[in-house]
Antibody
């Protein structure tokens, strides 16, 4: 059974940092692109960042570029999102997801980790 | 960046009625468009990928069509569990983007 479990969310002050983790299991982690998608309270979905299986390709939304860093540890089946210079508008539930690759018929999402940026 | 515009923002319908949701892209995304359903407190659930292919375990009442810049999600006969928010999402170009969502609510 595929599972994605996010951790590391919490309350942080503006300008602070936080590191989210996503523990993956039930599939061959090393063969999938992984994503972070966020959702501010009461708002829509916003794609944040993606990292290819071998880390060759990394992409960011303009809203987080230069402040967030996506990474993965394929030996530990883990995905990370290091967030710096956090702002109030970064407050959101952050979802980890396994990308939908060619030939696949579904993707997978974690339950999300809430990040609250407030003084 | 590719902007996805969904319409309408809200659709008020009764169970048994059909729903037609629209998603328009600001640039050609070919068939690299997916639809998600999201219910409160839950992550999104993939319904349709490649514009028209139903994902695993998705009922046949959900169908997608379109290519290029204009896409449609149709729910042929609404079941009580279909009342939710629906998002389109383009996977054609980076950065990936989502539409703002269409809420399908009970009339």
């Amino acid at each position: 059974e595929v599972q994605l479990v996010e951790s590391g969310g919490g309350l942080v002050k503006p300008g602070g940092s936080l590191r989210l983790s996503c523990a993956a299991s039930g599939f061959i982690f090393t063969t999938y692109t992984m994503n972070w998608v966020r959702q501010a309270p009461g708002k829509g979905l916003e794609w944040v960042s993606s990292i290819s299986s071998s880390t060759e390709y990394i992409y960011y939304a303009d809203s987080v570029k230069g402040r967030f860093t996506i990474s993965r540890d394929n030996a530990k089946n883990s995905l990370f999102l290091q967030m710096h210079s956090l702002r109030a508008d970064d407050t959101a539930v952050y979802y980890c997801s396994r990308d939908l690759r060619v030939g696949a018929t579904r993707d997978y999402w974690g339950q999300g980790a809430l990040v609250t940026v407030s003084s | 960046e590719i902007v996805l515009t969904q319409s309408p923002a809200t659709l008020s319908l009764s169970p048994g009625e059909s729903a037609t949701l629209s998603c328009r892209a600001s640039q050609n995304v070919y068939s690299h468009l997916v639809w998600y359903q999201q219910k409160p407190g839950q992550p999104p659930r993939l319904l349709i990928y490649d514009a028209s292919i139903r994902a695993t375990d998705i009922p046949a009442r959900f169908s997608g069509s379109g290519s290029g810049t204009d896409f449609t999600l149709t729910i042929s006969s609404l079941e009580p569990e279909d009342f939710a928010v629906y998002y389109c999402h383009q996977r054609s170009k980076w950065p990936r983007t989502f539409g703002q969502g269409t809420k399908v609510e009970i009339k």
